[in-house]
T-cell receptor, first 114, second 111 residues
């Protein structure tokens, strides 16, 4: 079991640049989640997909953030343009809700916007 | 929406002692309550979960209790070891998808 795979593990970029974070869920999992973790705000759910369809994006902070899931094995979270306050660790998680399984997290992407 | 409060924010115990972390939730429709352990620089990992149809669940040194009436649930770790040192997060959801996390508890186990 390869687990949830995220890339890159670390990203450092200058403000104003576009950032794309990638996630491959566990094979067979039909729900995918993007979280952001900061010291100030803790772990926040940004968006979740079920069967590749966005179900709830109420946690997406603003229009600069967008997420896609073109197929069952790949999702992206994009920030354009990036700002220093977007610096955080972004986690992707997946789950098989058909068998009522818990969420499994990837190793995260540590994003620093200078 | 759901709101989860977690206490204490930091907890220091002596090796071998017990540790208890408490969470309260606001949405009476929540029926799934997982606990995650996060070591420094690592991903959150599920350590135990409980559904609203049971009041207690145990797995070796870890147990979770749930009081639906009072809307609170607790994590109990017995015979703590230095490797239990980490940040622990509780969460609540309806059916397991939209998890709302507590603020976390930093547990330090002193040898």
């Amino acid at each position: 079991d390869a687990g949830v795979i995220q890339s890159p593990r670390h990203e450092v970029t200058e403000m104003g640049q576009e950032v794309t974070l990638r996630c491959k869920p566990i094979s067979g999992h039909n729900s995918l989640f993007w979280y952001r973790q900061t010291m100030m705000r803790g772990l926040e759910l940004l968006i979740y997909f079920n069967n590749n369809v966005p179900i709830d994006d109420s946690g997406m902070p603003e229009d600069r953030f967008s997420a896609k899931m073109p197929n069952a094995s790949f999702s992206t979270l994009k920030i354009q343009p990036s700002e220093p306050r977007d610096s955080a660790v972004y986690f992707c998680a997946s789950r098989n809700d058909r068998s009522n399984q818990p969420q499994h997290f990837g190793d995260g992407t540590r994003l620093s916007i200078l | 929406g759901e709101n989860v409060e977690q206490h204490p924010s930091t907890l220091s115990v002596q090796e071998g002692d017990s540790a208890v972390i408490k969470c309260t939730y606001s949405d009476s429709a929540s029926n799934y309550f997982p606990w995650y352990k996060q070591e420094l620089g690592k991903r959150p990992q599920l350590i135990i979960d409980i559904r609203s149809n049971v009041g207690e669940k145990k797995d070796q040194r870890i147990a979770v209790t749930l009081n639906k009436t009072a809307k609170h649930f607790s994590l109990h770790i017995t015979e703590t070891q230095p490797e239990d040192s980490a940040v622990y997060f509780c969460a609540a959801s309806n059916a397991g998808n939209m998890l709302t996390f507590g603020g976390g508890t930093r547990l330090m186990v002193k040898p």
